[in-house]
């Protein structure tokens, strides 16, 4: 988060000691002071030091052991590096027992100080960082807690979620998948006057056909065949709060059209069922591609989209929120190091750009498991992160391989190879495949085939 350069404080006595220390590392871009005693550097120092006090054990006054103490105690983790002669390494181990962060014993060759004032910058400034982002989540109200970021795009998101949210106006999110569009919807609920009523997420996709009906109304003892009970369908159970319709274009059309009379009338009817149930609700719906193309496809009716979509948000890829990536890299892995009892790993300028350069095709989602991965993983900290973007990278390019899409695509390979044999002959394509009219109408939409581009002589089945 912060670019500054790291300031090293140099304290003691011998002034030919100081005068080189400060010009090695003067030479590396660090930002130096020295002192001669360590009094002078104790009062120029706070708990807002961002860098490292590099100081002798043996000084006249104060010695280096009674100054690390002392600046311990304005802040136990600024990084103390002592320097000691060969005589002195017993007091040097002991005052890393008491936490000083590293010793180096005289003489020593520049490489050796650069390195390990390294490293104690880079843990100063991770220290320093998460204490920042700790104040701004501290800070945050509820939207800003749950949509961290500071990009423009994301303080537009906020905005529209501040002016939206109040309302009962149906909202229709768009973006990729992994991008939090069930977070805005959450937020939306949250700050709107149904914030008391449940919020019920419910992912099309996800959803047998054959179930999709009785998942949003509900059914009936005795309904069909296995209902045994009453069920409370999803409707019913975001009475008084908010309905979320994530990936709504996955939804059977045939179901689209009660959905769409549900939003008309404001009531239900469960299966098995003639009487009708007032709802009271607030839906957000979602897609993960351009709704309109959707509608031309026939994946989403026109007018229920135009039903849903009273107002419209966009939520951008993460790839397009430049310095949020770095935000959230670092929220997410503050809050893996917690939640596994694992130290928070030193993120290095590479690492840094690493994630800067990452295309980030699974978005938040992806960005949160890296985190997770990078926190937990074994390799030395310099290596964790190039390694985890490298497989993923790999999985990425691998993932059209899955089952998931070699299943879909074998299913569209078929149903398209039925068409252009029967020229398009829907009675013959029902036969030879074994499926219900509404089951391929609903198959043809999602893999974008349409029955009039492969028509041939026989139209009698238009």
């Given at each position: ?34 002192f ?7 009062a ?15 000084m006249p ?50 490489e ?120 409370i ?10 309905l ?56 989403l ?39 596994y ?99 391929l ?22």
């Amino acid at each position: 988060m912060t670019t500054e350069a790291t300031s090293v404080y140099i304290v003691d006595d011998e002034k030919s000691m100081r005068i080189a220390v400060s010009q090695w590392l003067a030479l590396d871009s660090y930002e130096v002071k020295s002192f001669a005693r360590a009094d002078a550097a104790l009062a120029d120092l706070s708990d807002q030091f961002n860098g490292v006090l590099v100081t002798d054990l043996r000084m006249p006054g104060m010695d280096g052991l009674e100054l690390m103490h002392r600046v311990l105690a304005i802040d136990a983790q600024i990084p103390v590096v002592v320097i000691t002669a060969h005589g002195d390494i017993p007091m040097a181990v002991s005052a890393m027992r008491d936490g000083a962060y590293d010793f180096i014993e005289k003489p020593f060759e520049p490489e050796i100080l650069l390195e390990t004032v390294r490293r104690a910058g880079e843990k100063r400034r991770l220290v320093l960082e998460n204490r920042t982002l700790k104040k701004l989540l501290d800070k945050s109200t509820g939207i800003e807690r749950n949509l961290l970021g500071t990009s423009e795009t994301i303080q537009f998101i906020r905005q529209e979620i501040t002016e939206l949210g109040p309302t009962d106006a149906s909202v229709f999110l768009i973006g990729e998948t992994g991008v939090g569009k069930e977070v805005v919807a959450r937020c939306l609920h949250e700050v709107s006057p149904k914030r008391d009523g449940s919020f019920v997420a419910i992912n099309c996709g996800a959803i047998p056909e054959t179930l999709f009906e009785s998942e949003l109304f509900g059914h009936e003892a005795g309904a069909f065949t296995g209902a045994l009970t009453r069920r409370i369908g999803k409707f019913e159970k975001a009475a008084g709060g908010t309905l979320f319709l994530d990936e709504i274009h996955s939804m059977p059309t045939a179901l689209q059209v009660k959905v769409l009379r549900v939003l008309q009338e404001r009531e239900i009817e469960r299966l098995g069922s003639n009487t009708p149930i007032a709802i009271d609700i607030r839906i957000i719906s979602s897609i993960n591609g351009d709704p309109r193309q959707a509608c031309e496809t026939g994946r989403l009716r026109a007018d229920l989209f135009y039903r849903l979509n009273v107002a419209e948000i966009e939520i951008p890829p993460l790839r397009q929120r430049g310095s949020d990536i770095i935000l959230l890299f670092e929220y997410y892995a503050m809050q893996a190091a917690e939640r596994y009892g694992r130290e928070l790993p030193v993120l290095g300028a590479g690492c840094l750009q690493a994630l800067m350069s990452h295309p980030w095709p699974g978005n938040v989602r992806e960005l949160k498991n890296v985190a997770e991965r990078y926190v937990l993983s074994s390799l030395p900290p310099q290596q964790r992160l190039t390694h985890i973007l490298h497989h993923c990278t790999a999985d990425q390019q691998t993932a059209s391989c899955s089952l998931a899409s070699q299943t879909a695509e074998f299913e569209r390979t078929l149903i398209e190879q039925s068409l252009k044999r029967h020229r398009g002959n829907i009675g013959a394509i029902l036969a030879e495949l074994d499926l219900p009219r509404r089951t391929l109408n609903q198959k043809m939409n999602n893999h974008g085939l349409s029955r009039r581009n492969f028509l041939g002589g026989d139209k009698s089945d238009e």
